[in-house]
Nanobody, 114 residues
């Protein structure tokens, strides 16, 4: 059974940094493409970042490129999202997802406000 548990969110000020984690189980993490999504209040869930399993290839939404960095620890089965220079428009619930499976975690709330 695929399980995803996001953590690391919080309330920060513009310009601050946060590092999100996604602990995973129930599948072979190292070979799977992992995704980060976010959902702002009143908006649809949107793609944020991608980490392609085994290839070391990463991808980002234009809105976060240069500020966010996705990484993974294949030994610990954990996906990370390092977020820098946060802005109010980054506010939302952040979710991780295995591209191959239709399973979502509970998400972690990120609020950026002065």
């Amino acid at each position: 059974q695929v399980q995803l548990v996001e953590s690391g969110g919080g309330s920060v000020q513009p310009g601050d940094s946060l590092k999100l984690s996604c602990a995973t189980s129930g599948f072979i993490f190292s070979s799977q493409t992992m995704l980060w999504y976010r959902q702002a209040p009143g908006k649809e869930r949107e793609f944020v970042a991608r980490s392609v399993g085994l290839s070391g290839i990463f991808g980002y939404a234009d809105s976060v490129k240069g500020r966010f960095t996705v990484s993974r620890d294949n030994a610990k089965n954990i996906l990370y999202l390092q977020m820098r220079d946060l802005a109010p428009e980054d506010t939302g619930v952040y979710y991780c997802k295995v591209e191959a499976f239709d399973t979502w975690g509970q998400g972690t709330q990120v609020t950026v406000s002065s």
